[in-house]
């Protein structure tokens, strides 16, 4: 399994049967790079760097026994999909007053911590010399639209910011004639926040139009005040516009560069009233196709807007006649089974939230076989050949493996077909392993799954059906995982018989 971090870094894990030392060896084309994981373990870990920018890399994993080398197949570690966050220089900061850069670190780090918001989109209304944008940019991996009334102010923060390197991709800067109607789709800032307020300034807009934009389900705003005006009543107005709009607000003290009088005004917008969520392939586990969603009263499409459009695109994913998997949507993230990858967004602007390269990630031809996934608030469940992996649908790390329950046959073995969640557990069904539908480069024997007579035709049965407990699952690295292969892969020599093949997962 690979996740990318940085443009140019990524982890990628692998797990062996017994404990023993590994080594990756990463194939750029040219050269090759080793990285070593020397302790004897079953679960492995390595960070690899200086990645390229758009390229279609391969890595094998190595075992050093007494035949000699054991290889296993080769996987494809492909930069064109590394949706991280650019990285903003540390050491480049575009503001020379030490002093003022010093309150408006405090008040960023004030802002990330009363929110615990990291990443998405933070708008920033009465957005003044750009400093706070700055600190917010340079201490999370949010994307900043600044939007101010003053042309010269706007000019000079893009002067700044391109002087930095980090315009237009990490933050934007936008003249507007007045805050009470942006020029923007609503419901799309994941964080609300104003420099031109913290040192004074109330004439941010109507709390109306800031509730318009703020996303639902956990969009926070988040305003401070420092000096002689920081005091709980300060910007009566506002507080009367957002409480009387839906965004009801809280008032707390907290230092900034140690004064001691600081202020902060918080709020927290609800989900969105008459959404739907969409966690398994055909909308419930009840395979209703209905959500629950209301669509706004709408009953036309000439009634709809679009909210946003980017990634992940078309060319993360399988063609659609494979018929793979429906993507999901939950508490507001919406996720994408790609080509041996996931992909989870935020459903209200498309923030690329986080994502796996999972080479033995393969399902398709739903109308014969079932759907590999499902989703609730929390997690990201996954079934992949004899397991269910549960996924942190927050941040993608993966929480546990569910083993497969398996049949009394002994002439076989098991994989996790179905998988459904309702309340606390999991449903799921044991196939006979290798009978799921995985193929996809368009052969006779695919057929597209058009095919009126052949394998392509079969039915997918499984033995057992079950149910385990959500929180039943076992760590990472206490399973016992087998060899691996995927599809397009070269296959190498095993020169050790004692040499048990890593599952790339």
């Known amino acids: 399994m690979a996740q990318f971090l940085t443009p140019d870094s990524a982890r990628i894990r692998w797990w062996t049967s017994e404990p023993m030392p590994t080594h990756l060896v990463l194939h750029n084309g040219v050269r090759a790079t080793r990285y070593d994981s020397p ?24 075992q050093q026994g007494a035949g000699g080398i054991a290889t296993t197949l080769e996987f494809e570690l492909d930069t064109h999909f590394n949706f991280s966050t650019p990285v903003a220089p540390a050491d480049d900061a575009p503001f020379d007053d030490e002093e003022s850069s010093k309150l408006f670190a405090d008040a960023a780090l004030q802002i990330l911590n009363r929110t615990g918001i990291d990443q998405g989109i933070c708008l920033v209304v009465g957005h003044g010399s750009g400093r706070l944008a700055w600190e917010l940019v340079h201490r999370s991996r949010l994307r900043v639209i600044g939007v101010d009334t003053d042309p010269a102010a706007v000019a000079a923060a893009r002067k700044a910011f391109l002087t930095a390197g ?33 040192t004074g300034d109330d004439s941010i807009g109507h709390g109306s139009e800031l509730f318009r934009v703020l996303r639902p389900n956990g969009g926070r705003l988040c305003l401070g005040r420092i000096g002689d005006l920081a005091s709980p009543d300060f910007s009566n107005v ?20 140690n004064h001691p009088l600081s202020v902060w005004m918080t709020a927290m917008r609800p989900p969105l009233e008459g959404a739907g969520e969409w966690s398994h392939l055909y909308g419930r586990a009840d395979n209703s196709a209905f959500g629950g969603e209301e669509l706004g009263g709408a009953s036309t499409t000439s009634e709809m807007l679009v909210q946003w459009i980017g990634h992940p695109g078309p060319r993360a994913q399988p063609d659609r006649n494979g018929r793979k998997p429906s993507p999901l949507s939950t508490n507001a993230r919406l996720f994408v089974q790609g080509l041996h990858r996931v992909i989870a967004v935020d459903a209200f602007n498309g923030t690329v939230l986080w994502s796996l390269e999972i080479p033995p990630l393969e399902r398709f031809n739903m109308p014969r076989d079932c759907s590999n996934w499902c989703a609730d608030d929390e997690f990201l469940y996954l079934a992949i050949r004899d397991k269910c992996w549960r996924i942190d649908a927050a941040n993608g790390e993966l929480a546990a493996f569910h083993p497969v329950v398996t049949a009394e046959r002994k002439d076989w073995s098991y994989d996790w077909g179905y998988v459904a969640q309702v309340a606390g557990h999991l449903l799921g069904s044991a196939v006979k392993s290798g009978s799921a539908f995985t193929s996809y480069w368009g052969d006779d024997e695919v057929g597209w799954y058009d095919a009126r007579s052949g394998p392509a035709t079969f039915k997918v049965c499984g033995d057992l059906l079950f149910a385990a407990a959500k929180d039943s699952g076992k760590r990472p690295g206490r399973m016992r995982m087998e060899s691996s292969s995927t599809r397009r892969s070269r296959s190498s020599t095993s020169a050790s018989a004692s040499w048990n093949h890593a599952i790339l997962m």
């Open 39 to 62: 302790t004897p373990t079953t679960e492995h870990d390595v960070v690899v760097t200086n990645l390229p920018y758009e390229r279609l890399l391969h890595y094998t994993i190595e």
């Open 166 to 198: 980090i315009y237009g991709g990490r933050v934007a800067v936008h003249y507007v004639e007045s805050y009470d109607k942006l020029p923007f789709v609503g419901r799309f800032a994941n964080l609300i926040v104003s420099e031109s307020f913290l």
């Open 238 to 257: 506002l507080t009367t516009s957002l409480t009387a709009a839906g965004l009801p607000v809280k008032f707390d003290a907290g230092p900034i560069d």
